[in-house]
């Protein structure tokens, strides 16, 4: 598998169909869906870099990943972001009977996910879901739930509990489980697809201002991660473009 570094972070050189078809075709693999935030956050803690790095794929959601990596190395890597690689997946795998298993986020958004699939894939093969309690990310760590994944006996199980708690909890379950399936960690797909809160258009996200329209919607909880970490983005980029360790 073809990758690249990004500050500490080794993201995976893949097109979003090629991602579809190994989630489809192959087993066993994590994915991390990686945005600006989560490559700040890995420079800045190598034990943060580790974890993210310890999945199997990881791959570019955002402009900015993908900008960064045309000017450091002369690659054309397009974005893979989680919402498409999550319809692809779909769309692809319904001819295969692929089955899915849904993960996190509370109860009346992922039962309106679940419809607005049905609706839209007739055919698709739901195995269930199960939203856990708001709690901390230790809670999460404990062995109910590998067996919980190992019993749905679904191919790919998505996970909407938000970073870096999805990919701690995803970790885990590598490490644990018994049985085959793939795990990514989608974060907010799960509300964008039951249309409780809405995704940028895609003019705002190909011209790299994804993170404007979501500030926009919630600027009290995302002030931090885009006002601070885009620009420490810069700041990482800077010292990786001139050379400097990082």
């Not at 989680?82 to 298993?101: A, M, R, V």
């Not at 919607?217 to 420490?232: G, H, K, S, V």
Request: with cysteine; glycine share 6%; aromatic share 14%.
């Amino acid at each position: 598998m073809n990758e690249a570094k990004l500050f500490r972070t080794n993201l995976s050189l893949i097109t979003t169909k090629e991602m579809a078809l190994h989630l489809i075709n192959t087993t066993n693999n994590s994915v991390a869906v990686c945005n600006a935030n989560s490559v700040v956050r890995g420079a800045r803690s190598g034990g943060m870099a580790s974890m993210i790095n310890s999945m199997t794929y990881k791959i570019c959601d955002g402009y900015p990943l993908s900008k960064a990596l045309n000017i450091l190395y002369g690659v054309k890597q397009e974005r893979v972001d989680g919402f498409n690689i999550f319809h692809k997946t779909i769309t692809e795998g319904i001819k295969d009977n692929t089955s899915h298993y849904f993960f996190g986020n509370i109860e009346e958004v992922t039962l309106k996910m679940i419809s607005e699939l049905e609706k839209e894939y007739p055919n698709i093969v739901i195995n269930g879901y199960y939203c856990p309690p708001m709690q901390d990310t230790s809670k999460f760590l404990n062995e109910e739930y590998p067996i919980l994944l190992d019993e749905t006996k679904a191919d790919i199980i998505w996970i909407s509990l938000g970073f870096p708690k999805q990919e701690k909890f995803m970790q885990y379950i590598m490490e644990n489980k018994k049985n085959d399936f793939n795990i990514l960690g989608v974060g907010n797909v799960f509300d964008w697809v039951a249309k409780t809160k809405y995704k940028a258009p895609e003019f705002f996200a190909k011209n790299g201002f994804e993170w404007l329209f979501r500030f926009s919607q919630e600027p009290i909880r995302l002030a931090r991660r885009y006002l601070i970490d885009n620009t420490l983005f810069i700041y990482f980029f800077l010292k990786q473009y001139f050379g400097f360790k990082i």
